[in-house]
């Protein structure tokens, strides 16, 4: 069964930093993997997704990054902000006939919070 | 706008009674997941349609029914067999169940039984 870790549960840096967050999985067989964002008390917004064959993915001050091999992806966000603050949360999507958006294994997310 | 509307944003319940959660979209996106989410944890699959009439339970389907009866309405009822039903509780939807296809998000309804 295919599980997702994201680490670390919660970051607090100063305004300005460029930082890192990770998720890892434990099948590689994927489809694909998307990140995404959530604010207090809603829904979540789709940041990135990154195809199996892709490497990386970027929007903005953002930068996804898979190695699937190594069961691996980070999201890289430069110059922080404090209206980055959220939680954050990558998803893994099976791949092979069973490769639904149904199928997708969520990890537990990284709550951030960026210092003014 | 194109995008998903879920209604109550927040709803209390009485033990025993059954509520049910809206789930609308413009998207003209053909599949549709119910999700819920406890404080700490991933998201979990409760029910997903591909098509309308059609319907399949998720990882944690018991305690809770769906219908498709419109492609753009996929509701949500929380019967009294849910055991824990307190959580927040989303919906989401893509072009297709299958494809490269970007999930995309309600605002949530936050549920409480008293």
């Known amino acids: 069964k295919q599980e997702v870790t994201q680490i670390p549960a919660a970051l607090s840096v100063p305004e300005g930093e460029n930082l890192v967050l990770n998720c890892s999985f434990t099948?590689?067989?994927?489809?694909?993997l998307q990140w995404f964002r959530q604010d207090p008390g809603k829904g979540l917004t789709s940041l990135l997704l990154?195809?199996?064959?892709?490497r990386e993915q970027t929007s903005g001050r953002l930068n996804a990054s898979l190695d699937k091999s190594s069961g691996r992806s980070t999201l890289y966000i430069a110059a922080s902000q404090p209206g980055d603050s959220a939680t954050y949360l990558c998803?893994?999507?099976?791949?092979?006939?069973?490769?639904?958006?149904?199928?997708?294994?969520f990890g537990k997310g990284t709550h951030l919070i960026i210092q003014p | 706008d194109g995008g998903i509307t879920q209604s109550p944003k927040y709803l209390f319940r009485k033990e025993g009674q059954n509520v049910t959660l809206s789930c609308e979209q413009n998207?003209?996106?053909?599949?549709m997941y119910w999700y819920r989410q406890d404080p700490g944890q991933g998201l979990r699959l409760i029910y997903y349609?591909?098509?309308?009439?059609?319907?399949q339970k998720g990882d944690i389907a018991e305690g809770y029914s769906v219908s498709r009866e419109k492609k753009e309405s996929f509701p949500l009822t929380v019967t009294s067999a849910q055991k824990n039903p307190t959580a927040f509780y989303l919906c989401?939807?893509?072009?297709?169940?299958?494809?490269?296809?970007?999930?995309?998000f309600g605002a949530g309804s936050r549920l409480t039984v008293l």
């Open positions: 099948d590689s067989a994927i489809y694909n």
């Open positions: 349609s591909q098509i309308v009439n059609d319907f």
């Open positions: 998803a893994v999507r099976p791949g092979g006939s069973g490769g639904g958006a149904d199928g997708l294994t």
């Open positions: 990154i195809q199996s064959s892709q």
């Open positions: 989401a939807s893509s072009r297709q169940r299958y494809g490269a296809n970007v999930l995309t």
């Open positions: 998207l003209n996106h053909d599949a």
